[in-house]
């Protein structure tokens, strides 16, 4: 017989542990073999858990999402090529539906260009007349007769309110114009001083001189109508001449 205070004796290996009085334990399972595992069998602790292999998941679906954008990109750019084909296809139609405007010519005036002749001067000659000389014009309306009788030239104004001369010299031309036949117009600032030196002045100043009556405008007058006044320009010396303009073309001139 075994003497009860003997050491216990550690089990031999393959044999289970023998069950204590009043308890009953489940047989540990044996884990399996095979690499990454702890030898199997009774007697061997149990290890850690070894770490799983990494898996490619993440690189695929990083894939995936590339794919995905560059076919939303192909797709946003084909779409906006065929939106721009289209709307150049359809402004192609458009002009073709469209009619062409036909080009029209601007009407001619009616009437053939006016024709001027000087009342003095064997060659008729209308320009760089002297006082006293009547340009004659004539268009479809009817003729009208215009003579500068005179230049007179004033260094202050002609009246108590009226300013000096910024030039220097107020330079008065003495105007008689007369329809002769049909119609005619005239009018103050058809006049136009032309300096020596290409400076050009308007009649402006006769309403400020107070030198003379102004001659009156009128348009459309009859046959037989008739205006006289005078045309003030404000210049530096008497060098040049006074230009008549017709139908916006200069038909005459004077020299003092």
Not at 6 to 13: I, K, L, N, S
Not at 28 to 40: D, K
Not at 74 to 92: E, F, H, S, T
């Given at each position: 017989?075994?003497?009860?205070?003997?050491?216990?004796?550690?089990?031999?290996?393959?044999?289970?542990?023998?069950?204590?009085?009043?308890?009953?334990?489940?047989?540990?399972?044996?884990?399996?073999?095979?690499?990454?595992?702890?030898?199997?069998?009774?007697?061997?602790?149990?290890?850690?858990?070894?770490?799983?292999?990494?898996?490619?998941?993440?690189?695929?679906?990083?894939?995936?999402?590339?794919?995905?954008?560059?076919?939303?990109?192909?797709?946003?750019?084909?779409?906006?090529?065929?939106?721009?084909?289209?709307?150049?296809?359809?402004?192609?139609?458009?002009?073709?539906?469209?009619?062409?405007?036909?080009?029209?010519?601007?009407?001619?005036?009616?009437?053939?260009?006016?024709?001027?002749?000087?009342?003095?001067?064997?060659?008729?000659?209308?320009?760089?007349?002297?006082?006293?000389?009547?340009?004659?014009?004539?268009?479809?309306?009817?003729?009208?007769?215009?003579?500068?009788?005179?230049?007179?030239?004033?260094?202050?104004?002609?009246?108590?309110?009226?300013?000096?001369?910024?030039?220097?010299?107020?330079?008065?031309?003495?105007?008689?114009?007369?329809?002769?036949?049909?119609?005619?117009?005239?009018?103050?600032?058809?006049?136009?001083?032309?300096?020596?030196?290409?400076?050009?002045?308007?009649?402006?100043?006769?309403?400020?001189?107070?030198?003379?009556?102004?001659?009156?405008?009128?348009s459309n007058l009859r046959a037989g109508s008739k205006r006289t006044?005078?045309?003030?320009?404000?210049?530096?010396?008497?060098?040049?001449?006074?230009?008549?303009?017709?139908?916006?073309?200069?038909?005459g001139s004077w020299r003092p």
């Amino acid at each position: 017989p075994g003497n009860p205070w003997t050491a216990p004796q550690p089990p031999v290996p393959g044999t289970p542990y023998p069950q204590m009085p009043g308890a009953s334990y489940p047989a540990a399972p044996v884990p399996p073999g095979g690499p990454g595992y702890p030898p199997g069998g009774p007697g061997y602790p149990l290890g850690a858990p070894q770490p799983a292999a990494p898996t490619k998941n993440k690189k695929t679906i990083l894939i995936i999402a590339i794919a995905a954008v560059a076919l939303t990109l192909l797709c946003c750019v084909g779409g906006i090529a065929a939106i721009i084909a289209g709307a150049d296809k359809a402004a192609d139609e458009l002009d073709n539906a469209l009619p062409t405007p036909a080009v029209t010519g601007v009407p001619d005036l009616p009437g053939a260009a006016p024709s001027a002749s000087a009342s003095a001067g064997a060659d008729g000659e209308t320009f760089n007349m002297e006082p006293g000389d009547t340009l004659v014009l004539s268009d479809d309306e009817g003729t009208i007769e215009i003579t500068v009788t005179k230049f007179t030239t004033a260094t202050k104004g002609c009246r108590p309110y009226a300013p000096k001369p910024g030039k220097g010299l107020y330079l008065i031309a003495h105007v008689t114009a007369t329809v002769t036949k049909g119609k005619g117009s005239i009018n103050p600032f058809y006049f136009e001083w032309v300096a020596a030196d290409g400076t050009t002045v308007n009649g402006l100043a006769s309403a400020l001189s107070g030198c003379g009556d102004t001659l009156n405008s009128g348009s459309n007058l009859r046959a037989g109508s008739k205006r006289t006044g005078t045309v003030v320009f404000d210049v530096a010396n008497k060098n040049g001449a006074l230009e008549y303009q017709h139908r916006f073309e200069t038909a005459g001139s004077w020299r003092p």
